[in-house]
T-cell receptor
Framework: GAVVSQHPSRVICKSGTSVKIECRSLDFQATTMFWYRQFPKQSLMLMATSNEGSKATYEQGVEKDKFLINHASLTLSTLTVTSAHPEDSSFYIC???????????FGPGTRLTVL | GNSVTQMEGPVTLSEEAFLTINCTYT??????LFWYVQYPGEGLQLLLK?????DKGSNKGFEATYRKETTSFHLEKGSVQVSDSAVYFC??????????FGPGTSLSVIP
């Protein structure tokens, strides 16, 4: 299977600051990446679809100005949580879709805690 | 629309017990079906998958059969181990749509 990395794995920040999370596809090129958020003891909720070279597609209820997505290359997508608040504390997971078989591979996740 | 329903947890079993986690789905077209596992503090790992009716996915002693007539994809394992303690997510994807996850089922296996 494909290898997907995320950085950082954990981040703690003060309220009002911005946090950038990176998602990398290490062994294949991904035109499409996905960002999910997972609250404790809940399922994954899709936030947005990240498209290389174009704007991300956000799910209903997700603020695009708060969760900035940049898919600058075929192997890297970044999610920036702007002006983070405690309610943004969550587990953020990215995934990449392999074009050949439509299978999705997930990153290890980033635990964000906003104080 | 597309959706996935799983049996509610948490599920607690003794080691070597038989495991079944029910999963049913609603989808247009012919989805691919997946089971993912999430260990504490980690991301998701693909456990097994099936891409068409009557396919059986299997991995690490876990099995699930794609049943189109009952729109189900139940996860089974004959003898669970403590190391199987995790949260299990049933999921589907139709063509190039998004992955739709079930709510997850927490499994605890006690020695």
């Amino acid at each position: 299977g494909a290898v997907v990395s995320q950085h950082p794995s954990r981040v703690i920040c003060k309220s009002g600051t911005s946090v950038k999370i990176e998602c990398r596809s290490l062994d294949f090129q991904a035109t499409t990446m996905f960002w999910y958020r997972q609250f404790p003891k809940q399922s994954l909720m899709l936030m947005a679809t990240s498209n290389e070279g174009s704007k991300a597609t956000y799910e209903q209820g997700v603020e695009k100005d708060k969760f900035l997505i940049n898919h600058a290359s075929l192997t890297l997508s970044t999610l920036t949580v702007t002006s983070a608040h405690p309610e943004d504390s969550s587990f953020y997971i990215c995934s990449v879709r392999h074009r050949s078989n439509n299978e999705q591979f997930f990153g290890p996740g980033t635990r964000l805690t906003v104080l | 629309g597309n959706s996935v329903t799983q049996m509610e947890g948490p599920v607690t079993l003794s080691e070597e017990a038989f495991l079944t986690i029910n999963c049913t789905y609603t989808a247009t077209g012919y989805p691919s079906l997946f089971w993912y596992v999430q260990y504490p503090g980690e991301g998701l790992q693909l456990l097994l998958k099936a891409t068409k009716a009557d396919d059986k996915g299997s991995n690490k002693g876990f099995e699930a059969t794609y049943r189109k007539e009952t729109t189900s994809f139940h996860l089974e394992k004959g003898s669970v181990q403590v190391s199987d303690s995790a949260v299990y997510f049933c999921a589907l994807i139709t063509s190039y749509d998004k992955v739709i996850f079930g709510p997850g089922t927490s499994l605890s296996v006690i020695p």
